[in-house]
């Protein structure tokens, strides 16, 4: 059902690859991030982009991200662990258009995912490919929506799911991994934190860690997103995109996907503008870029309502201000009132709950706009990665 090639997934997969240091890993094996003590780096999949693809494999695909399989890391259809997740819809403006004047402002709006976030594409991706592995035990440190989906998609591949979650997050994250059976931890602390007991777990008891960016697949998940985006505007790539960065997976993952969308000849040159939103909690990202930096400092402010923005320091820092400056782009931060005040007035004027990390997009929007940063005739997608209502003990009514 999800793909009509007898003999596989037809995957164009070759090998992972350090984008630090350059070195190669047998993507047949399990690997977690570059083992060079001075490098450490996020592993890259890369794929023989010299294949020739024509874009008429898509048609009568499923719509979701299996569509792009010979651009995914998974062999055997049998592995993939899918639940429908992606092709997200692509929604205009319609009702607060006197801020959007003289400009095209869409929301990729991925709050329908299974598990109501985007996460459940790096987590389905990195699931699917840890069957294929033959890993039985997978945990992660999560803000709250990762947990979950790896909750769910560990209960549908029959592995084991192990969970750390600060104290702090909304009660129904919590009970949200309870309900799908995975191990959950509490810690008294942030997700740094939750980090650093997991990798003591995954040493002593061989668990897999896939913390965001600490293993290759969960990027390859994310990046269907700037797939669907370049398919959803016919191959023509809008001018911006807003992304709200924690950990920055999706935006690594988004701007990867462009490189290889030029690669196999489907789309051009043309770049959009990447923006990193952060919550003013946690903005290590923004003081880095507006101060020059390669890396980011270690920033958390404590509690944001934005549980998925309470990322301290990513551990893609350098690769996320690498892809912002040579977008051209841009980082800025949201305070947690701004961000409660755009849910509301989605909410209201649109018809939409979002999370607070997507409606921090639309404040970065409009402060964009009035500067004169976004241009006239400009075409820009927000990306909301999830659904509004887990968050409702976070938000004043």
């Known amino acids: 059902m999800i793909n009509d090639i007898a003999t596989g997934t037809g995957s164009l997969l070759i090998n992972l690859k350090c984008p630090g240091c350059g070195a190669e890993y047998d993507a047949s094996l399990t690997n977690t991030f570059c083992t060079n003590d001075a490098c450490k780096s996020t592993l890259f999949a890369q794929y023989d982009l010299s294949q020739p693809l024509d874009k008429a494999i898509l048609k009568d695909r499923p719509a979701n991200m299996w569509r792009y399989r010979e651009l995914l890391p998974v062999i055997d259809p049998e592995n993939i662990v899918t639940m429908g997740e992606g092709f997200t819809p692509i ?117 897999f860690q896939i913390s965001t960016l600490k293993e290759p697949y969960r990027l390859e998940g994310k990046k269907t997103m700037g797939f669907e985006i370049a398919e959803q505007f016919n191959w023509q790539l809008p001018d911006v995109v807003f992304y709200p960065t924690g950990g920055g997976t999706g935006l690594i993952g988004i701007w990867k996907a462009f490189d290889e969308l030029e690669q196999i000849g489907w789309i051009g040159s043309k770049r959009p503008r990447m923006v990193a939103v952060q919550s003013e909690s946690c903005n290590g990202i923004v003081t880095a870029f507006n101060g020059g930096h390669s890396n980011a400092e270690f920033v958390d402010g404590g509690f944001t309502i934005a549980n998925g923005l309470r990322v301290p320091k990513s551990y893609a820092d350098k690769v996320i201000l690498k892809v912002l400056r040579d977008s051209k782009g841009i980082a800025l931060s949201v305070s947690d009132s701004e961000m409660s005040a755009a849910v509301k007035e989605i909410a209201r004027h649109e018809g939409v709950l979002m999370a607070p990390e997507g409606a921090a997009l639309w404040q970065a929007y409009k402060k964009l706009k009035s500067s004169g940063w976004i241009q006239p005739g400009e075409t820009i997608v927000l990306v909301n990665t999830g659904s509004g209502y887990k968050y409702l003990e976070n938000i004043e009514i």
Not at 99 to 122: C, D, I, L, Q
């Open 91 to 207: 929604l205009p403006i319609q009702n607060l258009r006197h801020f959007t004047e003289g400009n095209e402002v869409f929301w990729k709006n991925e709050a329908g995912n299974p598990t109501g976030s985007f996460k459940a594409r790096g987590i389905g991706m990195a699931v699917s490919k840890a069957k294929e592995l033959g890993i039985q035990t997978i945990a992660t440190p999560t803000a709250g929506n990762a947990g979950g989906a790896l909750a769910a998609y560990a209960a549908r591949a029959g592995v084991k799911a192990v969970v750390y979650m600060p104290k702090l997050t909304p009660q129904v994250f919590k009970d949200e991994c309870r309900l799908y059976g995975a191990q959950l931890v509490e810690v008294d602390g942030n997700i740094a934190d939750c980090g650093k007991l997991v990798a003591e777990g995954a040493e002593e008891k061989g668990w």
